[in-house]
């Protein structure tokens, strides 16, 4: 029930953590800078609670670890957030209703992990404030993207675009393709 999508190419966020450690944790700082400036500093004005972090997966969980203390935000780990018909027992007692949650992804695509983490969090009374990533790719024309940031506001430290994809080469398939 996932999406149904081939990549051409697999961007190995496992090997940048362990490999290129140095950089991986500069680019982390950096999206910590940002999301300080953009989101947290907006936050603070008004007198709102800070959000918690929310990964789904052993890579967001590293990179959320690493973004908590620079930020000193709170995590929730739920973990492996499986296809869009599974059953979940036991997320009611981690997600607090009123809360503000900011998913933590990797690599986002087409969004789909990240849309049924904001459905679980929506559901059980809880507030989706963005989500973050090292890679976003942007699938969308550049009229849509804005309209998906009204939706839910996305902040990554690098993004795929039309414009930028010639020497990477990334492509999507579909069964359409």
Request: with cysteine.
């Amino acid at each position: 029930q996932s999406s149904s999508v081939y990549l051409t190419k697999y961007i190995d966020i496992k090997k940048m953590i362990s490999k290129d450690k140095a950089f991986f944790i500069y680019s982390l700082y950096q999206l910590a800078l940002r999301i300080q400036n953009e989101w947290l500093n907006e936050t603070f004005e008004i007198k709102q609670e800070a959000p918690t972090l929310i990964c789904q997966n052993l890579n967001s969980s590293f990179i959320a670890s690493v973004l908590s203390s620079f930020l000193k935000l709170d995590i929730v780990i739920l973990d492996h957030l499986g296809p869009i018909n599974t059953m979940y027992s036991s997320l009611n007692n981690k997600i607090e209703e009123n809360k503000n949650y900011i998913i933590v992804s990797d690599v986002v695509c087409l969004g789909t992990e990240v849309k049924i983490a904001k459905n679980l969090i929506t559901f059980l009374g809880g507030k989706v404030f963005g989500n973050i990533s090292i890679v976003k790719i942007n699938t969308l024309n550049e009229k849509d993207i804005v309209e998906e940031e009204k939706k839910l506001k996305s902040i990554s430290v690098f993004n795929i675009s039309k414009q930028n994809n010639e020497g990477i080469n990334f492509e999507i398939r579909t069964a359409l393709n």
